[in-house]
């Protein structure tokens, strides 16, 4: 449908335009007559717009010029809401790998509090057993004495 809308454009815009305009711009025309509009002079000065026209353009060329206009703005219009369509899918997958991540966070942030109360469970335990293991070589050492 773009394509279609694309030669609809530009039929438009070659019904608009005469043929003897080289330097033609849609969008420069399009910038200058929002301008006019601007200052109030739109009406009356349609035709200083269109290059290579005269003052005597007739109101049916001024009705396909604005209907080629509104044809691009319409095309613009769908692109810009396409594209703020795929922004808005992206920022939803954004929020989906966010809330993910934070939920993966969360989870490991466990985890690593259990490993972390493991560690010190096993600290204490070789704290104590070092505690036992040099009883225990005191005590060998104090047999070896009363052996000797």
């Known amino acids: 449908s773009s394509k279609i809308r694309n030669l609809e454009v ?46 005597e353009i007739g109101a049916e060329a001024q009705i396909r010029f604005l209907k080629a206009k509104l044809r691009v703005m319409q095309e613009e219009l769908d692109n810009e809401v396409c594209e703020c369509r795929k922004k808005a899918d992206e920022n939803e997958n954004l929020k989906s790998q966010l809330k993910d991540t934070e939920e993966e966070n969360t989870r490991l942030q466990q985890t690593v509090s259990v490993q972390h109360s493991q560690t010190e469970k096993y600290k204490m335990l070789l704290q104590e057993a070092n505690r036992k293991s040099e009883g225990l070589q005191q005590e060998v050492i104090a047999l070896q004495k009363v052996l000797q």
């Open 10 to 55: 530009q039929s438009a815009v070659d019904d608009a335009v005469p043929e003897d305009c080289v330097d033609f711009s849609l969008a420069k025309m399009i910038s200058k007559m929002e301008e006019k509009l601007e200052r109030g002079g739109f009406p009356d000065c349609l035709n200083d717009d269109i290059p290579g026209v005269g003052h």
